[in-house]
């Protein structure tokens, strides 16, 4: 294309040469006549660009303390008396409507993750009504009609006579993810720690071979770390998991039309 | 009442999300009643939804507990119960309150409020209670090494007070008691965190005695960020509205409706009155019984508590009169905090650092004097009387004296500034014709009167600048500043506006609305020449503004038929209407982003429930793998994210709505 533009821009069409500022116009773009090394767009543009969608900055100091500190107090409200979970199928408050049916036990139900195992004992129990008779109150801001309400009075209206107290922290707490993430993060500190001390000495292999043993005991005493060991998949109950999608098939990789007839 | 009374269905729906993500899904359920149906009573409450009477009274308990739902007293039968969507809004400011409230009195006040956060109002008496519960048991401390109440109840096992849930409303009293009797300070979810040994550079943040609670309180109800809670605060703004009309018409106008426009115009105004002088009611301090040390500074509020141990105070055995306050936080400080912080973070960006610094100080010297942002009752101006009380309140004047005296010896003032500027205050830094550079300035060793005038530049930086940071007002200290507010916050939502539109349309739709905004209603021809551009260049842009709601357009007929040929099609800039579609939309994001935390969580939510589970907590590293826990580090940043840019968001939404009352159009 580039030597076809001729003097003087004889012949018109794309690659015209103009004289007088010594630049060739090639695709509607103004170049300098010497083109050595520049590579021209030829073909079509690319009909979906890639285009990442704009980042957020990161947060500066203040904004992560914000977000610290709104978790922890949002964390500390869900584990007061007020938070509930009612997981009873529906949205909002509002009545259904009459198309609707009611969700049943049957349709709330998750065949993976409902069906009790030994270790359900150990789940976190959701409260579904609120505890209101375990803090003080000032009676005199609330509607009549809610006071006894507020005592706490049970379905027989015996008043329970518990002794109430707000519960407060008295030092700033952490919220809960955090706790469990800082476990982990001790615990592979630990590790590198660990292996640095291996790599400058050598002859520490006594102390190495401590390190192993509690281990050893936890693989006694803890029945899944030995298939944990042996499988990569950590979640031997996860029936979703049972069978494979497809994705890791050899068949992907190799040439589709390998059995095919050419 | 106020333009931002209006209520949309997309801010009931954001209101009810953050109701649920704060207080669960009862008081939610509940919430999203009223939010729908509006002013309601119990009997209507339950008509219209699903729930039981016994779970919506327990869900409106919290709710007014919390402050997220009005009712009209017991004056007149039925109560009627009614959101209170600027405080269920306000949710979403938990962790800012805390922050502000840290920055300005310190981790102390900042503990004390999180506290109210959580609790809503409470009386001072069981607020001292729960901090130091009265009788003393001495086995219960040696085990709270865990602050969380997660970890304490895995250790009491059969005390976990979430069990009762299970067998809803029976009585399971032996399970539940021996722990709450045990120790009562210590109930589900709100136990005493007991610091420990690992927390030593924590105990700054802990409160060590009554008197030091008391300190805190007293500290923050005079700095306007704690109030006393009476009955009418539970008023909504219609009921209020009502009952002081009444008794504007009971009292000034002889029990008469005002039927003339002169008695309507004095009932208007002396309802307003009466709205202006309940609400400063509330933020009246209260007198403390407990006598102030005198080297207490109050005015001071850079400076960090002092703990005085027991100088001499009486000992906490007799119960103080105040004891029966009953306080809340409130919550239109937050409003003034933010647009604190938000004015610093743009001065700097324009000015530097130290301007900032100076204006930080400036600005949080005023906020004492400060309740609100703008004044929701403005007196209706009277006929004749136009501009004539122009007096600024003495309080709210600042001094570059006074700012010198307050920043912190060590502080760098001289950084910033023109170096000419410097040298010509201290007198110092000549370069001498025997070519000898004099020591460079110490900005220690400055005194307080080269010190003044330094700073006072830097306000004059601040006044200088297109925005007018600061406004000259006298001669009086130095120099006496006032800062405008009102003219501020009409820049700082222009300047959100014009973001906005140039983040969507680029530089062109930004020349649009400015060339609209200048000019006022134009036609095409006149557009096309206000912005010297052809008509062909323009209509793409002004379709997709006006699509998007931020020009408007109006069709005005020249002739009795209605012909499109034969009108004028004007269209024009509306800062009122562009602000409410921006506030509007920003909603709609902050919507979005809770929906899509809640779907996050749903992704992970059988690992988190195992990593709740009483035997896993506490032992994470022994029973979650390697592949779990990164799970929940990856959970935890896509929350942390996604809430940032929630609280970003929320900032946006100050600008638009917190820091200046509704525009006047055009």
Known sequence: ?262 | MSYNQRETPILAELCTFLVEDVYGELAARVYSVLARHGRQTLAAVAKASYLNSRQIKYGLVILLQQHLVFHSGNDSQPTYYEIDWQNSYALVRLGKVTKLVEDRFGRKAANVMTNLLRLGHTRIADLKEAYFPSETESDDDSDEDIKNGIGKKRKRGNGDTNQTAMTNGVTNGGDVKPVVNGDHAHTNGGPVGEPTQDDAEDDDGEIGSVEELYEVIERLIQKGWVRTMTESQYLSPGDMHDILQQETIDQDLGGQQPTGIKDKAICHRNTLERKRNMRDKWLEVPRFSRKRPADQDYSNPTKRMKVNGANGWSSTGGAAPEDKLVIRVNPEKIAVAMRTEQLVSLVEQRLGHVTAYIYRTMLQELEANTPRCYEEYPEPPTAGDEGGDNQIDPKNLVTARDVAKKINKNFDICEGLDPNAIVSITRKGHVRSSNVLSQPIDPSSLNTDEKTRIIDKHIQLLSEDPTHFVTWHSRAGYSQWHIEFPEIAKQLIQTEIENTVSARKGTLGVKLIRALRKKGKLDERATCNAMMMSAGDIRGIVNDLTVQGIVQTQEIPKVERREAKHSLHLIWYDRQRAREKLLHDTYKGMVRILQRIQFEREKVQPLLSKAERSDVVGNEEKWLSKGELDALRKWKEVQEKLSLQLFREDDLVATLRDFHGPLVSV
Do not use: C
């Open chain 1, 1 to 262: 294309m580039s030597g076809r533009g001729g003097r003087g821009g004889r012949g018109g069409g794309r690659g015209g040469f103009n004289p007088r500022s010594g630049t060739v116009t090639i695709g509607g773009t103004e170049l300098n006549w010497d083109l050595s090394g520049l590579e021209i767009q030829k073909g079509p543009a690319e009909r979906f660009p890639e285009a990442p969608p704009p980042q957020a900055p990161p947060p500066t100091a203040d904004e992560a303390k914000i977000v610290q500190h709104f978790l922890q107090v949002r964390d500390r409200i869900h584990e007061g008396p007020f938070y509930t979970i009612l997981n009873d199928g529906m949205k909002n408050g509002l009545k259904r409507k009459a198309s609707e049916p009611a969700p049943t036990e049957a349709s709330l139900f998750n065949p993976f993750t409902d069906n009790q195992t030994y270790s359900a004992k150990y789940l976190k129990v959701r409260r579904r009504l609120p505890k209101l008779d375990e803090r003080p109150y000032v009676t005199e801001l609330f509607p009549a009609e809610l006071r006894p309400t507020l005592d706490g009075k049970r379905g027989d209206g015996n008043v329970s006579t518990k002794r109430r107290t707000l519960g407060v922290t008295k030092v700033n707490a952490v919220s809960q993810i955090e706790r469990m993430i800082k476990f982990e993060e001790g615990r592979t500190n630990e590790a590198e720690a660990r292996a640095e001390e291996e790599d400058d000495e050598d002859e520490d292999e006594e102390a190495e071979q401590d390190d192993d043993k509690p281990d050893a005991i936890d693989e006694e005493d803890n029945f899944s770390a030995a298939s944990s060991d042996s499988e990569e998949s950590d979640d031997d109950y996860n029936a979703e998991q049972y069978f494979d999608n497809g994705e890791d098939d050899d068949i992907d990789d190799a040439d589709p039309y390998e059995n095919t007839y050419e």
